[in-house]
């Protein structure tokens, strides 16, 4: 390479070219330039040709792989994260109290006088829809038939102390459960086990009718009601309840152990994938619950009426569907014998089973999962509860702990406590005693008022480990560089600074071919 | 480089490798063609020599990996994903219907004298096998003793639709629960929620003996009969049913509510793992089933009987193992004094022994999981159900909804109305009164119908989105030849075209070779 | 480069670089060397200065990368691995036996005179703990109240053959469970399905009270009493049990069906991650079991006492916490009027409170996870047992077996037999009659027991394939060097031959250095 003559002697440009590209490092681009029979020049630069398209394709091929953001899941096993212990969403399956049902019934005249118009109007299949608690909630919603609060918990401990309603928050639902009350720990993680977690005594606050013949009325295609005990849900304390969907039943008469174990899952937002890091959009973060949102907006949008199994849209001053308006001013027209068509109704319905069946609406919603989020896995069981040996001590407790002890409570206690009072006398007096027939009743009474409605619910951090779960890229920008730079030294023996040196090539070039038109010009003038 | 000297005039092999070497762009080659001193030139040889081998072993090192074909799981959460609603298999625990054995029985002497012949033939340990369920269909595979769908499914309600025994089709079980029934959807997966699943009422057909003093007899070792209720399995509409493996009770006097997630599991077929992507063999499909198969294929060699707790055998002219042939013919021997040997049973008993205990027989049946997978996430929660205040309106429906209503729904709902009857006749007049003892009695019969025989099953998506794990490759050919260009380039500054420079001088040097070798021939001969 | 000016002749160190320099495969370095104008090796120095710190940056973040050991997890399901059945543990959730305390507190008045002493004593809030069932463990160790085996277990049948109290151990839990019961399989996994796995009938040994107003004191704090059932826990034969963490629940008077799927967790070591591979210290294999030993220390250490709730420290000498030693000796001290301060009892509730909210200590306690971990997946279901049907058979199948045949057994099968019997004579001489009502109170009662008490229990296999999760390192040292060779070749065209040259440059410069010096001074002294 250490050619005596000049670059300045040289006149033809391909003489540059020859003796810069002698000392390429490019390894093709030397061997052609210091080739010395035609043949061995035209053998390397085909050569150099093909390596070139070759390269071209493994770069454009890790390019392609770049931009498909490929991502792995680490998972990871830690005792140092600590994790909130979870909300607990209860609802009574059974929406409706039937304590609260008899007063508000026997002091509100419209809504009797509703129940009666319903009954004899002509509206054909509707009439199953407007005999529900959705279709009374949507017609009175001022008025409260759900479960209060201290009809469902008699008896909260939480991490060894007391709590009560003021760790509870309502949540309602107005099609399915009406009240439904959501614990919130507000504390991190603590020690495992059942003596550190939650633990309530709930009730269903059901009450066999009093009154032979009084039955309620069956519906078959309801495959949610009509059964007694308690739909509880766990979900992380960042979103909101959806007891519909995700959740569990607490059967009475039994003690349901519920050992969990928190997992992380962080994904990654665009470019690797679809999910949103606000923090403040609380509802936003259940998917779920931002799609129905955005299927009430769709509800809104084309029939003009909300329904109140959806979440509340954001202008409070449309209507419900399901409520009839006009029914006191033109009872002539509903009792009428041709059948009457709600338009509100029918148009809903046909709303609902569109979107039921067509989910492609949900690609405008733009609803995304969180970035983090905390989801704990349950281990459900159940035992015998309470033992026969220690219900008269329940009772007693409950009845005297709870300020308005629940009625149900009170009833057995009394119940129990009569009977029993009578054999501890005669104990006392040293008497032995088997119980009579009626008081065996009685007994058996008490029992079944304590194994159809009281029910324990325990949940608690089995395990202190936290499983992380953790989306990371596998293919990063600086991988990207690195893996075009193999392959263009692999094909050309290319390295960063042979770019360098083609630019100088270039730019030697250029500035040789100015001299040569500037001396030819200078020669034409001269 | 540019050597005047043409290759024309050398004479020696040596010099024109040297000259070609020091054109080289392989680092060290170079160095050793140019260098001056004989030290330096063994140095750079010796360090060559070491930078080859150590590239060798690297490069056989990443050939190594590369033949593991190594895998990595990615795992997605989509809302897009269509899944099937899955099929569900129910079956009795108890698999015969005590209604249709007493006709059966009665009609058929065949039967009866077999059932004499079993008690009192000299048969040994084998007794119990032969007065079991699997002995009496293997004796008279055409007599239908197991429940029929009718006995079985009360109501049926599909997303928000009926559905009935056009929906399911019969799975027979020759073992456990003889007729099975499953259902199948149909669709892709829609709506989430207990409103768009699946909703069935089941009945266990199970009637507390009339007569008392008949009971049947206990099998401490059959560990999954003697219960009441439903089993039930949910898998994926391309797999067959396998209740006795996976699968869940539902218990009588309960709704079980099951909350499914589904997961999508694709894996990767040969050289990457084990799995067959065969789609039109359903069986093989279920790697359970072709192993059972396959062990029948086994006791058929062996023993030349099948058995009915495994797949049918293709050739249906087998006999079954348990099936007594000639009881009838030879009556003396099976009741001698002597213990009777029935060979069959006994090389069964031996094979079946043999294949659990030594399971090397399966790496003969070629047997694969398919490549794509859908499995069900199953959530199950209970709750007491039904309410006692919804049961007369319940059975009123189930007895006038089914068109051969349920033997049993009829008695409770007549039990039930004819109690009813008389209060509400009193109510109507505005007489109060209580419940007398006898009413009590027959309304705690009726109520002991419902609760031992009925449930509800509730199977619902809880959550639409589809868990995707999908494995792939980690490791391309791409990479390997990207990962033995770099080994090449860092031990020996090695790229491609450095393969033809070798090539290149290896042709050189054998024209020369040939010529020098003519041209001593030419001087010979001259 | 075939410069004839020998080595020797030069003088000047700069002319030994640059012919080295110009020799170099170091791309940017030979242009500079061999660069015939100032400009352009300035303008080539400042290129691969900048390359270099590029080159530096880029080797920084592949280190950072390499020392933070990451590894990703292989998920492989696999046929072939054979994983051991799982060890069983059963606690019945009552700790004490009614029975073997009516025997205890009848002969041992110290006892007698403890309780009575408690009941008076004047001691605050700590009442309650002084009456729990661990202040009697902690006060009278060797007294023995808790549940035999034989009360336990009715039947036991693993693998298609009878199994007894020889595959258990006894494990005692002094807190919550007192005697608990472990089987261990001793075998490799089997086939699948119900039929070759365990199946237990168990008995919680409850009898309601004789008496009447005999009953049990109900306390509200403890969340894990008070119910009728048996505590059971599945976990591998390799770590110790933990019921009150991790568990379910087994309620009488159903078959409960436990579904295995086994997993196998394989982590990585140091520097990878935290795990021991250690196989000698069963009890330091369960993080659990580690930290509370670890707990108990620091008790011991601040209160000078144990507890029983945690693990035995290895110092037995150590009195329990709850012991009260010196009752006997100053019983005016304990009934005076002033409230009395257990020291030991206070120290160890404020000690424990801090462990429960501070969870620092763990970091001293050097508690890892073992490398390899089996994991059994639960599929828990229920079903109602024993049918009516079968529960005369069952009893009589039980009383005979077991040869202490639990008290409970023989009082339900005398009951039922007895009352059978009458019938079976009525029916033998053709009459029809119906069961009496004193017969079906006794009927009812012998129901009442078996649904109480009675519960079976099945553990089985549901699948034979064992889902394996292995963490495999991503970065071997190996990429590492790799990915450093493409960074030096990608930047600087640097191989790891241009290590030697650079070395061999340095070394040629050194020895010049060292003679111009010795002719320099030659010079002087000559």
Not at 311 to 337: E, M, T, V, Y
Not at 490 to 518: K, N, T
């Amino acid at each position: 390479m250490e050619n005596r003559i000049g670059l300045e002697g040289q006149s033809s440009s391909c003489k540059i070219v020859k003796i810069l590209g002698s000392q390429s490092n490019v390894h093709g681009v030397s061997k052609i330039a210091k080739a010395r029979s035609t043949p061995r020049r035209i053998f390397w630069i085909i050569l150099v040709v093909l390596a070139f398209i070759t390269a071209t394709f493994q770069i454009v091929s890790v390019v392609k792989k770049y931009v498909t953001y490929p991502v792995v899941e680490v998972v990871n096993k830690s005792r140092k994260t600590q994790v909130a212990f979870p909300a607990l969403t209860l609802c009574n399956t059974n929406p409706t109290s039937m304590m609260k049902i008899n007063q508000v019934i026997l002091n509100n005249t419209d809504i009797l006088a509703l129940f009666q118009f319903i009954q004899t109007a002509n509206v054909g299949e509707i009439k199953t829809k407007l005999q529900s608690h959705q279709a009374f909630y949507e017609n009175f919603p001022m008025v409260d038939i759900g479960h209060s609060f201290d009809d469902l918990v008699l008896s909260c401990r939480f991490n060894n102390a007391d709590c009560g309603i003021q760790n509870f928050s309502r949540h309602f639902d107005g099609t399915t459960y009406f009240n439904c009350f959501t614990f919130t720990g507000n504390t991190n993680q603590m020690q495992a086990g059942i003596d550190h977690g939650l633990s309530l005594i709930l009730s269903t606050g059901d009450r066999s009718p009093q009154q032979p013949g009084s039955y309620g009325i069956y519906d078959i295609t309801n495959p949610s009601s009509y059964g007694l005990g308690i739909r509880a849900q766990i979900n992380s304390p960042d979103t909101p309840p959806t007891p519909i969907y995700q959740g569990f039943g607490v059967p009475p008469g039994y003690s349901l152990n519920v050992g969990l174990t928190a997992s992380l899952h962080t994904t990654l937002p665009f470019p690797y994938g679809e999910c949103s890091t606000s923090k403040n959009q609380t509802d936003k973060n259940a998917v779920i619950i931002c799609l129905q949102q955005c299927q009430q907006d769709i509800l809104i949008k084309k029939c003009g009426c909300k329904t109140s199994a959806l979440p509340d849209a954001h202008n409070s001053n449309i209507p419900f569907c399901l409520n009839i308006k006009n029914w006191r001013s033109q009872p002539d027209l509903f009792q009428g014998k041709d059948e009457v068509h709600l338009e509100m109704i029918e148009c809903k319905r046909q709303v609902m089973k569109e979107i039921t069946n067509d989910r492609s609406y949900e690609d405008h919603c733009e609803c995304y999962e969180p970035c983090m989020e905390t989801s704990y896995d349950q281990s459900i069981s159940m035992s015998y509860w309470p033992e026969e040996f220690y219900q008269f001590s329940l009772l007693e407790t409950l009845s005297m702990k709870a300020k308005h002890s629940s009625e149900l409570v009170k009833e057995a206690f009394d119940t129990l406590n009569s009977t029993l009072q009578k054999y501890t006398d005669y104990l006392s007096q040293g008497i032995e005693v088997e119980y009579d027939i009626n008081d065996q009743i009685k007994l058996a009474r008490a029992s079944k008022i304590i194994r159809q409605n009281f029910m324990r619910l325990n949940v608690y951090f089995q395990d202190l480990r936290v499983t992380e779960y953790t989306k990371i890229p596998t293919y990063s920008m600086a991988s990207l560089l690195s893996d075009i730079g193999s392959v263009m030294i692999l094909w050309l023996g290319f390295s960063m600074l042979s770019f360098i040196e083609m630019f100088e090539l270039i730019m030697v070039l250029i500035m040789h071919l100015f001299r040569s038109h500037l001396y030819i010009l200078g020669n034409k003038s001269g």
